[in-house]
């Protein structure tokens, strides 16, 4: 858009598919105080924010509302009182919604300064992707070296993130994908499980007997219960999604919206209960970036910084599946739906979009 004065965001008009997804112009955003003004350079796309859409996740705001869980960008405006920040610079966000659009207003302590030199695409993957994964393996599953893991979805947005992740930390690695993850997934160092062909329950206790140490599980529902009979005993399972209440990108089940995301949680919450009262030491841990990050946002800002300096140090290599510009955010949930997507799908800035791996 020419205006100056004028950007474009999209908002989720309704809940439901890709259409919901609507281009609105309007006048560019001030900051309040205390607040500073960002031209968005990079948004991510995540099944999370299908899930809003949705209407499934439990973060879902209410209607309507602009998705887009993380984003980088230029510090462009400076609201009254901001001391840390100057224009200009390139800052990294976690807002959980608003990142689909031009510009957005955040609180300075939001930002996270992200060290020049870096893509803007590859810098924001690792803004929900890599803190989940690097916070799920060092904090609720405490890995040490040599460990065995198993990881659901190891081709994705968050299963890619652990890979790269855990070969850093000299794991053992198994990762369920489909047949289109496969190459990438043994790549990063894992030994690939065909979801859709193999019972990984099955492949796990043929490569390892015993069962493995720990399994990091987005998929959800009763599929945790599978996961943890891939365990050895004493082992733990990361549960932190709930990829199968989706089906091509639509909910796979008749339930109202409500019912889906109390079910989801109470899941959770049962499957926490039976890892405690059940035989066999076998736990099952929760993990949700949006409660760490508010309950401890010095440890959110601390570990994404952390990853910068990964991927400075070009130790990790976060994997652009492909980038659309923000006007076609619709088309990027489409082709996350379809499936067979490795690594992360990015919105782009208007003139910097262009085809990476699944062309
Ligand atoms: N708790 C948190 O803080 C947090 C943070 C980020 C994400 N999440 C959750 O993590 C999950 C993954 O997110 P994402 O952005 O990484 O999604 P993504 O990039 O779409 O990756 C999901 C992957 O799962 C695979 N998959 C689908 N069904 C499967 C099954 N039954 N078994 C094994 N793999 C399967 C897909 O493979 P194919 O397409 O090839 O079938 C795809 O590669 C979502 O549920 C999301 O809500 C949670």
Redesign the pocket.
């Known amino acids: 858009m020419n205006d100056q004065r004028r950007h474009t965001r999209i908002i989720v008009t309704h809940y439901g598919g890709p259409d919901a997804l609507q281009l609105l112009e309007e006048d560019r955003p001030e900051p309040k105080d205390g607040e500073v003004r960002v031209r968005v350079l990079a948004a991510g796309v ?3 924010d299908v ?1 809003m859409r949705e209407g499934i ?1 439990p973060e879902t705001p209410t209607l309507p509302f602009t998705p887009g869980w993380d984003l980088v960008g230029v510090v462009d405006q400076l609201g009254n009182g901001i001391s840390t920040l100057e224009r200009g610079q390139i800052v990294a966000a976690l807002p959980i919604n608003g990142a689909y659009a031009e510009f957005v207003c955040l609180p300075q302590r939001e930002l996270v300064p992200v060290p020049s030199g870096l893509d803007a695409a590859e810098a924001v993957s690792l803004v ?2 890599y803190v ?1 994964a690097y916070q799920m393996l060092h904090g609720s599953a405490n890995i040490r070296p040599g460990q065995r893991v198993l990881i ?2 190891a ?5 890619s993130a652990l890979l790269q992740l855990g070969r850093l930390a000299r794991l053992q690695m198994y990762g ?3 047949s ?2 496969a190459s990438t997934v043994s790549s990063l160092g894992g030994i690939p499980i065909d ?1 859709q062909h193999q019972d990984f329950v099955t492949e796990i206790r043929r490569f390892t007997n015993e069962g493995v140490d720990v399994v990091f599980d ?3 529902g009763t ?1 945790i219960w599978r996961s943890r009979k891939a365990l050895r005993s004493g082992g733990t399972v990361v549960a ?5 209440s989706l089906h091509g990108g639509r909910l796979t089940s008749g339930r109202s919206r409500g019912r889906h995301r109390f079910r989801a949680v109470a899941i959770f919450g049962l499957y926490i209960a039976a890892g405690w009262l059940l035989p066999g030491r076998k736990r099952v841990v929760p ?4 409660w760490l990050k508010r309950l401890r946002p010095g440890l959110f800002r601390e570990n994404l910084i952390a990853l910068f300096d990964l991927l400075h140090q070009q130790k990790i290599r976060p994997l652009i599946a492909k980038r659309f510009p923000l006007v076609e955010a619709r088309h990027a949930h489409e082709l ?1 739906e379809k ?4 690594g ?1 799908i990015v919105l782009v800035s208007n003139g910097s979009a262009s085809s990476e791996q699944n062309e």
Do not use: D, E, R, W
């Open positions: 995540s099944l999370p899930m996740h929900l992707n989940t659901h979805g081709a994705g947005g968050v299963g369920t994908c489909s289109h993850g979801y987005g998929i959800g599929h932190y999604g709930i990829t199968s993990y949700s970036i949006q996350l499936g067979g997507v490795t992360k």
